[in-house]
């Protein structure tokens, strides 16, 4: 199983921007899936951007143009750069990573956005 290592949550005004980081356990590459979800209060969680098979990668439609999703094979990190950001993208954010069979997820940053 992957361990998972968020940080970059905060509070932040509407508008503004924050990056969050998730550093794995085992080299980025070799994780079949890799990505992002969010649980904004009293909701489900949701995708928000996602790697699969390290090439191809889908956004959820209401980040799209707002938010990228990089990774940095030599530090074993995968990246969310948040722009514009709005008050509906407070949610608490998980990192998520399928390898091997498994499903593992990170322990969650809190993202707020003030309006």
């Not at 699969?52 to 439609?61: H, L, R, T, V």
Request: net charge positive; hydrophobic share 35%.
């Amino acid at each position: 199983q992957v361990q998972l290592v968020e940080s970059g949550g905060g509070l932040v005004q509407a508008g503004g921007s924050l990056r969050l980081s998730c550093a794995a356990s085992v080299r980025i590459f070799s994780i079949n899936a890799m990505g992002w979800y969010r649980q904004p209060p009293g909701k489900q969680r949701e995708l928000v951007a996602q790697f699969i098979s390290g090439s191809s990668i889908n956004y959820a439609d209401s980040v799209k143009g707002r938010f990228t999703i990089s990774g940095d094979n030599a530090k074993n990190t995968v990246y969310l750069q948040m722009n514009s950001l709005k008050s509906e993208d407070t949610a608490v954010y998980y990192c998520n990573a399928y390898y091997r069979g498994m499903e593992s997820w990170g322990q969650g940053t809190q993202v707020t956005v003030s309006s």
